[in-house]
């Protein structure tokens, strides 16, 4: 894959935790910006066809979340979850997964998703539009790193492959960059 750019412009719609609201759901509104989760930064992202999914709930997320140590001390900043889902559906996977170190982040209209060229029509199984399965590695807004699983499609075709998206691969990855940049 060429290197390029992760969009900027993007806003994600997430939802913030703010004590001062007071009552059973203290909660507001807080744009992100795609340029303040990648600018300046190397930050690791995997994205994914949806919420309280199975690979997704049972293995993806678990499994970094359980990394997520290995691949700070391998020079990552920041790890991401992107999901085309709303901020509520996103907030309440990430607590019934009881995640405690990936950062999700909703992209509810699938616009960063779209503009990735991962939106994919899953509406054979009643999902509408999702993300194509993907991991990367983005320095400062490049993309340094890119794993996509095989055989993307909108036509129903696919069996939800999980092969080269997984953290072993990252880390893989990032040990050989990390031996590649000792020696240099």
């Known amino acids: 894959m060429e290197i390029r750019k992760v969009p900027y412009g993007i806003v ?50 678990p499994a970094f979340d359980a990394i997520y140590p290995e691949i700070r001390r391998l020079g990552i900043d920041e790890v991401y979850c992107i999901s085309v889902n709303d901020a509520f559906v996103v907030y309440q996977w990430a607590r019934h997964l009881k995640i405690k170190n990936v950062r999700f982040i909703p992209d509810g209209s699938g616009k960063f998703t779209g503009r990735m060229g991962m939106l994919v029509n899953k509406e054979h199984l009643g999902f509408g539009y999702r993300s194509w399965r993907y991991t990367m590695v983005v320095d400062d807004g490049a993309v340094e790193k890119w794993f996509e699983e095989p055989g993307i499609n909108d036509a129903g075709e696919d069996d939800d492959p999980y092969t080269v998206t997984d953290p072993d691969h990252l880390i893989a990855y990032l040990r050989e960059a990390q031996r590649t940049n000792d020696a240099a």
């Open 12 to 61: 994600f719609k997430t939802r913030v935790r703010d004590e001062s609201i007071g009552g059973e759901n203290p909660f507001r509104w807080q744009d992100v910006r795609s340029e303040e989760i990648f600018q300046g930064r190397r930050v690791v992202v995997f994205s994914l066809p949806g919420a309280f999914t199975p690979t997704c709930s049972n293995r993806q997320c």
